[in-house]
């Protein structure tokens, strides 16, 4: 009716093997990645981009926050910074702005262009950089990833602007 020592034996072997098995497992998926190389530095060179140093006109910048990016297999994303503006425009006008301002950032509708929220994509042809505009008239877009806190907008605000870049300044031309 007792189970031998050996039959104990080979089950507490088993579930040390689970165990182990699981922890591994765990610390795998877990805190084993972090930022891509160089991200600190990466985060410095796109700071300097103008489309994140020149607010669109009027515009009062509301919040900033970066993401370092990381390498882990089931959530890996280039290093970025994002930024949100407000002012007292509309979104045609806005659009029409970064358009002409950045026209080697080759600006064009991504999606979700609608009467109030235009989209906009652009990655300049010899730049290791991706520029993302949401202009909306109802609220900031804030992108995953980012902490962004924002300060009140201004009395009159009738444009949010949130600008995205990301990218790997150091994989890409000099």
Known sequence: MHASAAQR??????RLALFTAAVTLVLSLS???????NASQDIKQMAAAEVLTVPPPGGVLLGRAEDLGSTSPGSARDPGIALV???????VATANYYKDAYSSYPLG????????????VGRP?????????????NKPYL?????????????????YVTVL???QPG???P
């Open 109 to 120: 509708a991504e999606c979700c262009t609608t009467a109030t929220q235009i989209q906009l």
């Open 9 to 14: 034996l080979g089950s507490n072997a088993r």
């Open 85 to 91: 503006f407000a002012a007292a425009t509309n979104t």
């Open 31 to 37: 805190g084993c990645y972090g930022p891509p190389n």
């Open 125 to 137: 042809s010899i730049s290791w950089a991706s520029v993302l505009l949401s202009i909306r008239t």
């Open 143 to 159: 992108p995953d990833h980012f902490d962004l806190t924002l300060k009140p907008a201004p009395p009159g605000t009738t444009v």
């Open 171 to 173: 994989e890409g031309p």
């Open 165 to 167: 870049v990301t990218g």
